[in-house]
């Protein structure tokens, strides 16, 4: 390079700009605004409802684009099923339901995409938020009190008979099948279906007195 003349390179310069955008994109659309949404099941459990809730104050909202998009995963299952994907209006409530995939206990997650535009430079976001729908869930609580209370039962019997050198193998048997219902619901992703079939077996055991 001669002395005293400075070079200029326009297709570097361009690239760390774009660089720059890219790497400070997130970051900025916070400076521009704060999404908020408002996500929950209707009572009956037949359709998930999406508010938004923001504060679009100072916000030129012509300039702002956002589609949401619904996924499940499935009780005892790995695998992420994406059951609807809608543009998003800003200030709007969009609700999805039997029609758009929301069938079925399980976890589903509303992933709000969004782009802001300001003097031709495209800022992204990503907002996700996760609910789980369990339709029996009271039912649940109600059948592992019943579990419990039957255990204590099954125990003292137990008990009664050892003191009275009696068997116990049967009431063991009846136990053991109690602690395993009771750690299913517990500690297991336990849906509708899986419910009524640990009822009926629950139901199924004899009564026992003590």
């Known amino acids: ?61 012509a300039n702002l684009t956002m589609t949401a998009t619904v996924t499940k995963k499935q009780c005892n299952s790995l695998d992420i099923v994406v059951v609807a994907a809608t543009p998003f209006t800003p200030g709007s409530t969009v609700m999805f339901g039997e029609a758009d995939g929301i069938s079925g206990d399980g976890e589903y997650c509303v992933t709000i995409n969004s782009s802001y535009v300001v003097s031709l430079v495209t800022y992204t976001n990503e907002t996700e938020i996760c609910k789980t729908l369990n339709c029996c869930a009271s039912k649940i609580t109600t059948l592992i009190n019943s579990i419990k209370c039957k255990m204590a039962q099954v125990g003292c019997r137990i008990k009664m008979n050892l003191n009275m050198g009696k068997k116990v193998t049967n009431f063991q048997t009846q136990l053991y099948q109690l602690v395993l219902m009771l750690n299913l619901l517990e500690n297991c992703c336990v849906g509708c279906e899986d419910y009524e079939s640990i009822l009926c077996a629950f139901n199924g055991l004899k009564n026992v007195n003590c």
Do not use: H, P, R
């Not at 390179?9 to 997130?26: C, F, H, M, Q, R």
């Not at 359709?47 to 938004?52: N, R, S």
């Open 1 to 61: 390079m001669a002395a005293g003349v400075l070079t200029y390179n326009l297709e570097d310069s361009l690239t760390a700009v774009a660089l720059l955008v890219s790497t400070n994109e997130s970051e900025q659309f916070a400076d521009f605004m704060t999404l908020c949404f408002d996500v929950k099941f209707t009572d009956d459990c037949e359709e998930l409802i999406v508010k938004d809730i923001t504060d679009y104050t100072d916000v030129i909202t």
